[in-house]
């Protein structure tokens, strides 16, 4: 089933809408910031972004419950830490491996977690957070908590074992999961055409559950894809398989030049970038004044983040092994309710 063709939602209101538009050019404005930092010698290491995948974290993650688990947000899934309400001045200074409340300075890019806002931080090799994923929807199943798991994967991760063990495992038990394919096409440099024989989505009827396919760069499509498939989870229908179609406009990271993708393909997508499709729905003032309003967030955030002093070497080891009552997913105060709350994302510090 394909969906995707740019109407407006039923379940989105005006103040919906303007909040994943917030929410997308604020993940876009981060990422941008981030990579001349990088350039300044300013973040350690590499650099990854989402450039013109933006709606498809923003779009996913706009459609759970406060309740629900974000497992594993990839490299390219800013958007779902913005709208579940992470620090923005945090995000900053985990880039710059400063102390913060996310990792104290031991990782970078977006390898972080908060259990409090029901995210569960990723590991790079992809898609073993998948398997996680399945393991705390069965919890829920298990509890009967009305809770749904939600988790990204590349079309890469398609081609791994632990990809074939999760989806098999969710849909014999019928587990309240909804899985999340990113396919922009390319694992790293290596296109669709010599990864797999047949589209992955296809597979998910060979394992007993549906499979739907949206544009990727639809933020209304990826919404109503992935409330279909929370609310069928939550009801005992099982797992849901959703193919979000895009393409990630930059190379793999900042060492990537992306010479593989051509000038063409670029440009395809480029005419359909996620940010602007949203945006023409409003008037130029408002979107200006929305811009606005996000590079100001972003400039007191990174203001915050250099202020912020490296971590103390001495706690290098702390936090290796858990110790004490770990809390529970998604327990705390969460700032994020549910739909119509543009204002619940993440100001600067």
Not at 270 to 296: G, M, N, Q, Y
Request: hydrophobic content about 40%.
């Amino acid at each position: 089933m394909t969906k995707g063709n740019g109407r407006e939602s039923d379940l989105l209101t005006l103040e919906d809408r303007r909040g994943l538009l917030r929410a997308m050019c604020l993940m876009r404005g981060v990422e941008e910031r981030g990579l001349s930092l990088y350039k300044q010698g300013k973040i350690p290491g590499s650099f990854y972004d989402g450039h013109g995948m933006e709606a498809i974290s923003v779009g996913a993650t706009w459609a759970l419950g406060a309740g629900d688990a974000v497992c594993s947000p990839l490299i390219r899934d800013l958007g779902a830490h913005l709208v579940r309400g992470t620090d923005l001045t945090d995000v900053f200074r985990h880039y710059m491996g400063r102390e913060n409340a996310l990792s104290h300075g031991r990782e970078g890019n977006v390898h972080f977690g908060d259990r409090r806002l029901g995210v569960v931080g990723m590991v790079s090799m992809l898609p073993d957070m998948m398997v996680v994923a399945t393991g705390i929807a069965m919890a829920f199943k298990m509890r009967s908590e009305e809770r749904c798991a939600l988790s990204f994967f590349g079309d890469g991760a398609t081609s791994r074992g632990d990809w074939h063990e999760a989806m098999n495992w969710a849909a014999l038990y019928r587990l309240p999961a909804v899985f999340v394919l990113e396919n922009n096409q390319f694992a790293y440099s290596t296109p669709t055409s010599k990864q797999f024989a047949e589209d992955p989505i296809k597979r998910a009827a060979a394992y007993g559950m549906e499979g739907v396919s949206v544009d990727g760069n639809d933020v209304t499509a990826v919404f109503e894809a992935t409330r279909a498939g929370r609310e069928k989870a939550l009801a005992g229908g099982g797992p849901t398989l959703i193919e979000a179609r895009t393409l990630r406009m930059h190379g793999h990271g900042a060492h990537d030049d992306a010479s593989y993708i051509s000038a063409e393909m670029l440009e395809h997508w480029r005419r359909r970038d996620p940010i602007e499709r949203l945006a023409s729905r409003f008037a130029d003032d408002e979107v200006a004044a929305l811009e606005a309003e996000v590079k100001a967030a972003i400039d007191r955030a990174v203001e915050g983040a250099l202020a912020t002093p490296m971590p103390d070497p001495a706690g290098a080891t702390a936090s290796v092994y858990c110790s004490g009552v770990p809390e529970v997913l998604g327990e705390g105060a969460a700032p994020w309710s549910g739909f119509a709350t543009p204002d619940a994302l993440p100001a600067a510090a």
